[in-house]
């Protein structure tokens, strides 16, 4: 009896996960970490209930009015930390990858709920739980995706800022859940609403997404190639970072430049590598494991702690470290 209540509430949004994954080309999210932003979401409904229960029974006496305007603040908020802690790590290299984190912790935070509920009322109805697998299961991972997808935007347009860019994401995933949970439609209608409006905005998303990986491979592409070949064939000094290398020597002893062009090169080789992964997962190919590339990750990190605060600050110009940059590195590594 219980079995229909439960597969109608978690099956859609799990249907909608699975499909943003089979959507996504490059498929860079791995499964464990999809595992570990449902297991996220299931915790934070977990302690999202507690702190609603607690808050009705001590400060808010009208449900009415939490559900509209305090439930969706707490738990879009809680739901986004673990997104914002994906960003921050630069766990995160495009707004797809956004979209199915966002949606794998909407996702868990779901399941959690749809239980609670299902165990708190006496006669289920289906055409309730339809309603809530339907409607409430999927606003909660739409609107966690499209936090990510916004904060993961404005964190590629304005990488000096910190906290700030992630308040617009909280503030349009708050809005939406607040809109949802004011009945301004009638159930039916509103679930039929996000079930139309939510793929057209992850069609638009994946497009996008997908335009500009390859502009940004492209690009990328040709740069670290041209700046990897004036490295190996000995003619940078003859380039405008070669001169600015010169330049530093006044400042620098010269083992520390050396080591500022070693740890361009490795840079450039490894991000040439990442680059070339993501063609081949784009092209249906699995990636031939490098058994150098452990090595040159040491290196790296020795390098990195060789040239020290100073010395890195000084070759910044020509180290890619946007977020999607550092993202390319991170990935290869793991």
Known sequence: MMLIPISTSVLPVLLFLLTLIILDSYKLV?????????????????????????????????????????APVIEECLKAGFVVYLLRTKRIGFMVDAAIFGFAVGAGFALTENVYFLRAVENPNLLLWILRGFGTAVMHGGTTAICSVISKNLSDRFPEKSAVIFLPGIAAAIIIHSFFNHFFLPPVLETLFFLVSLPAIFMAVFKQSEHSTREWLGVGLDADMELLNLITTGNLSDSNIGKYLHSLREKFPGQMIADMICLLRLHTELALRAKGVLMMRNMGFDETPDPEIREKFNELRYLDKSLGTTGKLAIAPFLHTSSRDLWQIYMLEK
């Open 30 to 70: 791995k499964v464990r970490w999809i595992v570990l932003a449902i297991f996220v979401g299931t915790l934070t409904a977990a302690i999202s209930l507690s702190i609603n229960a607690a808050l009705l029974d001590s400060i808010f006496r009208r449900s009415d009015l939490y559900i509209r305007y305090v």
